[in-house]
């Protein structure tokens, strides 16, 4: 688990950004049967199916890297601001009242953990976070130690729903309930192969 360093630094600034490499080499193969489906869609769909893989192509490549030029973390000596796709959040630095640090499992319970990190208010709502599969621990721990507020370290979590028991405001929705989030990826694609196996039987 992740070692704070002591020693807060108030008015220093920070800048931390997310690590595109570090995303690409956690993902890579839960992202290969959307691979195989946009090819095969590309190749055998017909017009159809190449509209829907072309289109899903675009919108990646520019969505995925547009995020991470984007997407960054600053802390001033008087706010944080965090910066997503469309938006940047700025609270003031006083509103920080702890970060946690936690190990989830990438998928299901027995899977590999990696580290998560949470600044949270004093009403344990979120602030920021940075996720193992996209940030790397070094930045964490530069966080710590710019922030210099208490960090509460919870060691391994079987579930991020796990964590939304302790935390309830830290957590997102479809991260407590990944069924949810697996239907969003389930739920297109089985239709996508219903509309190829129409096209092709046509």
Request: glycine share 6%.
């Amino acid at each position: 688990m992740m070692l704070a360093v002591p020693g807060p630094l108030p008015a220093a600034a920070l800048e931390l950004r997310p690590s595109l490499r570090r995303y690409l080499g956690t993902v890579k193969w839960s992202l290969l049967p959307i691979v195989v489906l946009l090819a095969a869609l590309l190749f055998r769909g017909g017009g159809f199916g190449a509209i829907v893989s072309l289109s899903v192509i675009v919108l990646a490549s520019a969505v995925v890297p547009t995020w991470f030029r984007r997407a960054a973390i600053a802390v001033t000596a008087d706010e944080v601001a965090v910066t997503g796709l469309l938006r940047t959040r700025r609270v003031p630095r006083s509103a920080v009242a702890s970060v946690i640090t936690v190990a989830l499992p990438r998928t299901h319970k027995n899977s590999r953990s990696m580290a998560h990190l949470y600044v949270l208010d004093g009403g344990g709502r979120r602030i920021a976070r940075m996720k193992g599969s996209r940030w790397v621990e070094d930045d964490m721990r530069r966080l710590i130690a710019t922030l210099g507020v208490e960090t509460r370290k919870l060691g391994r979590l079987p579930s991020a729903r796990a964590l939304a028991r302790r935390y309830p405001h830290a957590v997102p929705l479809l991260e407590r309930y990944p069924v949810l989030a697996g239907a969003l990826v389930v739920v297109p694609a089985v239709a996508a192969i219903f509309a190829l196996s129409l096209e092709l039987s046509s």
